[in-house]
C-alpha cells in the first residue's frame, strides 16, 4: 500500500510557473510508475504526464509538452510535476498516482491504470 501527498498547488498568474511535488511511503516507491492526472470542473479527470521507474523516460499530453516536466528521486520518494508557461486552461486539481503496471506509460493511459492516488492540490492559473 503506497500513500502519496501531493504540495505545491495555488493561484497563479498566465506564464507563470509552478512546481508540484508528491511524497510516497509505505510502499516500495522505485517498483511503480508514477504519473500526474487532473480534473477540471465538470471534466473528467485527464492523464498529464508519467515517468518511468528508474526515471528514464517520460511521457506527456501533447498540450503540456515543452511546458511541463515531470522527474523523480527514488532516494528521497518523491516524483515532481514542473510547470511553466502556464495557461488559464491548466486550471484543475492535479494528482499524483502510482501505478504496477509498464501500461501506465502508454500514449494516453487511463486512470484505471493506476493503483494509488492522493488527493489532489488544486492549481487555478488566471489570465
Known amino acids: 500500500q503506497v500513500q502519496l501527498v501531493e504540495s505545491g498547488g495555488g493561484l497563479v498568474q498566465a506564464g507563470d510557473s509552478v512546481r508540484l511535488s508528491c511524497a510516497a511511503s509505505g510502499g516500495t516507491f522505485w517498483s511503480y510508475v508514477m504519473g500526474w492526472f487532473r480534473q477540471a470542473p465538470g471534466k473528467e479527470r485527464e492523464f498529464v504526464a508519467a515517468?518511468?521507474?528508474?526515471?528514464?523516460?517520460?511521457n506527456y499530453r501533447d498540450s503540456v509538452k515543452g511546458r511541463f516536466t515531470i522527474s523523480r528521486d527514488n532516494a528521497e520518494n518523491t516524483v515532481t510535476l514542473q510547470m511553466n508557461s502556464l495557461k488559464p486552461d491548466d486550471t484543475a486539481v492535479y494528482y499524483c498516482a502510482a501505478s504496477r503496471t509498464t501500461q501506465a506509460m502508454g500514449a494516453l493511459p487511463g486512470p484505471y491504470l493506476y493503483d494509488y492516488w492522493g488527493q489532489g492540490t488544486q492549481v487555478t492559473v488566471s489570465s
Open positions: 515517468i518511468d521507474r528508474s526515471g528514464s523516460t517520460t
